[in-house]
């Protein structure tokens, strides 16, 4: 089994861009597709990023995610950043069966 | 859409409960669907994965042979039967729809609001 490690908490200004990383420990990165989720306090999570870097309908183009096998890490990108983007964000991917979270990043807009 | 997440319950150690999710807005059988975990201030655990349509389960180390995932088809709905319960089984419970009809390769693209299991004396 793997692990995916993201930072505990980032923290960035309004309209600035920032961008969350997703570590796996062992085995290729780009092997199985990874998934963002988005979990504002007291709510359910949400997909905003889905097979590496596809966006679910209705998910601004502010929102990307992408690949970098040269660190075998997964990053979400986000743009534009507004005080509705403060949430957990969580990476996801699996190896066969076994489906694998990352342990969160909390994301502070201020 | 839609998932709805219903049956938790305050429970005791050692107690069994059953979760239901009532899915609309997709071909049911046409795609896997997951249980995922959360425990008060922790992060996300995957729990379990159902199949469209062969059955096929698989399930976290954690609650194997513990629980057991089941989906009718012709009532739209995936159930979550829990056995032995233990503290640490505390969590918010979500169901998930996947993105495919196999069992493995989980990836999820809609979410239940959750429902709350709490295990004590």
């Known amino acids: 089994n793997f692990m995916l490690t993201q930072p505990h908490s980032v923290s960035e200004s309004p309209g600035k861009t920032v961008t969350i990383s997703c570590t796996r420990s062992?085995?290729?990165?780009?092997?199985?597709?990874v998934q963002w989720y988005q979990q504002r306090p007291g709510s359910a999570p949400t997909t905003v990023i889905y097979e590496d870097n596809r966006r679910p309908s209705g998910v601004p183009d502010r929102f990307s995610g992408s690949i970098d096998s040269s660190s075998n890490s997964a990053s979400l990108t986000i743009s534009g950043l507004k005080t509705e983007d403060e949430a957990d964000y969580f990476c996801?991917?699996?190896?066969?069966?076994?489906?694998?979270f990352g342990g969160g990043t909390k994301l502070s807009v201020l | 859409v839609r998932l709805f997440d219903s049956g938790g319950d305050l429970v005791q150690p050692g107690g069994s409960l059953t979760l239901s999710c009532a899915a609309s807005g997709f071909t049911f059988h046409s795609f896997a669907m997951s249980w995922v975990r959360q425990a008060p201030g922790k992060g996300l655990e995957w729990v379990s994965t159902?199949?469209?349509?062969?059955?096929?389960?698989y399930y976290a180390d954690s609650v194997k042979g513990r629980f057991t995932i089941s989906r009718g088809n012709t009532k739209n709905t995936l159930y979550l039967q829990m056995n032995s319960l233990r503290a640490e089984d505390t969590a918010i419970y979500y169901c998930?729809?996947?993105?495919?009809?196999?069992?493995?390769?989980?990836?999820?693209?809609?979410w239940g609001q959750g429902t709350l299991v709490t295990v004590s004396s």
């Open positions: 998930a729809k996947a993105l495919g009809v196999a069992a493995i390769a989980t990836r999820i693209d809609y």
């Open positions: 996801q991917s699996y190896e066969s069966s076994n489906v694998v």
């Open positions: 062992s085995g290729s990165i780009a092997s199985n597709y």
């Open positions: 159902i199949s469209g349509s062969t059955g096929t389960t």
